[in-house]
């Protein structure tokens, strides 16, 4: 143990202290820190039902965890996860034989990014969607590749999808990854796309018999209408007269962020009657999306690259509201308790039925002035995610990479995916590059020391 510890010193450091920070974490904001979207979680939770806006999976993470009456148990096992995902990095990279420094320095950002020690310690799905898009990532890159393998990453692919849906695309990227590795068989492809698509179908079949709606979800319309709202010109589009009226008079530029005509009550789609998310106001505004990108395809192709470029700055702008983005930081003072009816009611089920006690964020210094002057000096600028997902095809053109050894692809296309789904059917937003982050590091690790398959012995031990 002490030979093996001294060969992997450089990371043990690393992993001690992010294990550091997220204790000092938990010790500063107790139990956890609110997000608006966690109320409705712990409702679904509660009370077990498919949402209208979101998929369960998280909410039944959450209902595990329920015995523990505890949101502070929830936040340590979220920080485990992601302290999981940091190994999954770095024992992946070295099993492929990456030189030990490149898998350090893969492992970084998911072991000392102050922005993802925050998300990880937030009420939101994206850490457990993490952790299972790289569970399954590090499975897809396995020496061996048999049938419980392919029904292992089948699972956990269906499992991220029923926590956020942008994970639905990786079952097609995982199957194309299976078959190129089994040379144009298709039977473990096969085998992953029925254990992936099981638990999708069951979950669509309980969403169906609780709405008489197809899907996993009820809001994609909705959530892509707001998309188009970003570019759309309804005297290019002229839509008939019940689209109409969900047109915006005002110029694309002076407009609102997306997220606007999701949620604000100036909405058109908002002011329609009934809820925003009934299936006929969902039918509607998918319509109208439709008919944009059809009338528009280069206007939403821009509005999409806008977005997508929001990943990438050197610096972190306040978007798409400070109130949002303030979610993110480590708060100095509490975050003020929920306006908004339904997460009202979730906030009273959670601390009357969850926690059976007080959830408001306690702040305990001098732990959080520690976490939040870390995080002004210790993060990930967009313009390095943005090189470190340059790394691997520059690389492999530049040095002509053994076409057998492109083990960089899969976790490369997973970190791209990730990225460009969200500004693609909704929106960007700060939280969703970070799940990335952890692929593009994998993929950039594995193309610097040309790993192949056929060069590691079975059952390879590091």
């Known amino acids: ?186 039977l473990m492809a096969g085998v992953m796309l029925a254990a992936a698509a099981l638990p999708i179908l069951g979950y669509g079949v309980w969403f169906h018999a609780t709405y008489g709606r197809i899907g996993i979800v009820g809001a994609n319309g909705v959530f892509l209408y707001s998309k188009t709202m970003t570019f759309a010109d309804c005297a290019v589009m002229r839509p008939p007269a019940d689209l109409a009226v969900l047109c915006d008079p005002r110029p694309p530029a002076q407009r609102p962020p997306a997220q606007e005509y999701v949620w604000s009550p100036d909405s058109p789609l908002v002011r329609l009657p009934g809820i925003t998310f009934s299936e006929e106001n969902d039918t509607l505004a998918g319509r109208f999306a439709s008919l944009a990108i059809r009338s528009q395809p280069l206007g939403y192709l821009g509005s999409v690259l806008s977005e997508l470029a929001r990943s990438f700055p050197l610096s972190r702008p306040v978007y798409p509201d400070q109130e949002v983005y303030g979610y993110y930081e480590f708060p100095a003072a509490p975050p003020a308790p929920p306006g908004r009816y339904p997460a009202t009611v979730g906030a009273e089920r959670a601390e009357r039925d969850y926690e059976r006690g007080p959830i408001a964020t306690r702040i305990v210094e001098p732990y959080t002035g520690w976490m939040r002057a870390y995080q002004d000096v210790v993060w990930l600028p967009g313009a390095a995610v943005l090189l470190i997902l340059l790394v691997p095809p520059v690389a492999a053109g530049v040095r002509r990479l053994r076409p057998e050894s492109p083990m960089w692809v899969l976790p490369w296309t997973t970190a791209v995916v990730l990225l460009v789904m969200p500004p693609a059917v909704a929106e960007f937003d700060y939280r969703y590059v970070l799940p990335a982050v952890p692929a593009a590091c994998l993929a950039a690790a594995l193309v610097v020391g040309k790993p192949s398959f056929r060069n590691i012995p079975r059952n390879v031990r590091i």
């Open 1 to 186: 143990m002490v030979g093996w510890a001294r060969g992997h010193r450089w990371f043990l450091g690393v992993l001690g202290l992010g294990a550091v920070l997220r204790v000092i974490t938990m010790l500063g904001y107790r139990p956890a820190i609110w997000f608006p979207d966690s109320y409705t979680y712990v409702v679904t939770a509660l009370k077990p039902r498919p949402d209208l806006v979101r998929p369960a999976g998280y909410s039944m993470f959450l209902r595990l965890l329920e015995p523990f009456h505890s949101f502070a148990a929830v936040a340590l096992v979220q920080h485990l996860l992601g302290l999981l995902v940091g190994v999954l990095v770095y024992l992946t990279a070295r099993r492929l034989r990456a030189p030990g420094w490149a898998a350090v320095l893969a492992s970084v950002p998911s072991l000392l990014d102050a922005y993802q020690i925050e998300l990880e310690h937030l009420l939101v799905s994206d850490t457990l969607f993490a952790a299972l898009v790289m569970s399954a990532v590090c499975l897809g890159l396995s020496r061996d590749l048999g049938w419980r393998t392919a029904c292992g990453i089948g699972l956990l692919i269906a499992a991220a999808t029923l926590t956020r849906t942008v994970g639905l695309p990786l079952v097609v990227i995982f199957a194309c990854w299976l078959i190129y590795r089994m040379r144009g068989r298709v």
